[in-house]
């Protein structure tokens, strides 16, 4: 039985089923991070001055990320214009550069969360606070027994209100180095993650959530450049139909994260 409409424009709204259903699919996608954009907003608007963290993130690695999202926009795109002229090879060029490109944002991603679980504020018995990422934790290491030591390659500071603003004179021209704290010496430490405060967990909630869309759209196109192709000697125009579908997607994935890098790095 033959689908309606796969191919052929439906005449009450001008475009192919798929098309439409994806429209459909990227409103509601709209009104998820519009949402979350929003809780953004609000939690910062809503902070006392002086307690919103700046320069927290590394804006050289958020800036090559959303170079390598950028150029596989481009790709992707020349990968559905190969299919409408019928060059299938020129069209697994491109869809295999996209796929690199997703892969490529998806490790530096990694990287930039495993630079945050490694770093940790260390509050010390004596009021200062050792604020670093770990370099070695000794194997008889206990926060509970207070036996061992750890060592941070960070800075030492007299007042937490120091780590917020990384961007200030002061903070820049602090000196790096490596500190081994004994854990007699340690009353309360935790890494950058999600529970750290406000600020990460709603960072590490969005650019989570953005991540999943690069991964779930990284492997459909996979998909369609690996057994999914099999459709295009049987029924090109629908297949090229489907790459320009998932075209729409991976380039709403692309729009978001333009929005997120200068929200979530440059402010």
Not at 139 to 150: E, I, M, P, V, W
Request: net charge negative; charged share 15%; proline share 4%.
């Amino acid at each position: 039985m033959e689908i309606p409409y796969t191919i052929e424009n439906r005449p009450d709204t001008g475009i192919y089923n798929a098309k439409l259903g994806i429209w459909l699919f990227l409103a509601s996608e709209v009104m998820l991070f519009g949402g979350l954009f929003s809780a953004y907003v609000l939690l910062r608007v809503g902070a006392e001055p002086g307690t919103w963290p700046h320069g927290w993130l590394d804006v050289k690695l958020g800036a090559i990320n959303t170079f390598v999202l950028a150029l596989s926009a481009i790709t992707t795109l020349l990968a559905w214009a190969a299919c409408k002229v019928r060059q299938f090879g020129k069209f697994k060029f491109f869809h295999a550069c996209t796929i690199l490109l997703g892969v490529t944002f998806l490790c530096l991603h990694g990287y930039e969360y495993h630079d945050e679980l490694t770093h940790y504020e260390v509050h010390l018995t004596n009021g200062k606070i050792a604020d670093g990422h770990l370099l070695d934790e000794s194997k008889d290491f206990d926060l509970a027994q207070k036996t061992g030591s750890l060592t941070l390659e960070g800075r030492m500071v007299e007042d937490s209100r120091e780590l917020v603003d990384l961007r200030a004179p002061a903070a820049e021209a602090a000196k790096i180095q490596e500190i081994t704290v004994p854990a007699s010496e340690i009353s309360q430490m935790g890494n950058y993650g999600p529970s750290h405060n406000t600020f990460t967990a709603i960072y590490f909630t969005i650019t989570g959530l953005h991540g999943l869309h690069v991964l779930g759209g990284t492997l459909m196109i996979l998909y369609l450049w690996g057994p999914g192709s099999r459709m295009w000697k049987t029924d090109p125009e629908r297949f090229t139909n489907r790459i320009e579908v998932s075209g729409l997607f991976w380039h709403f994935v692309d729009l978001v994260w333009i929005f997120l890098f200068p929200v979530l790095y440059l402010t």
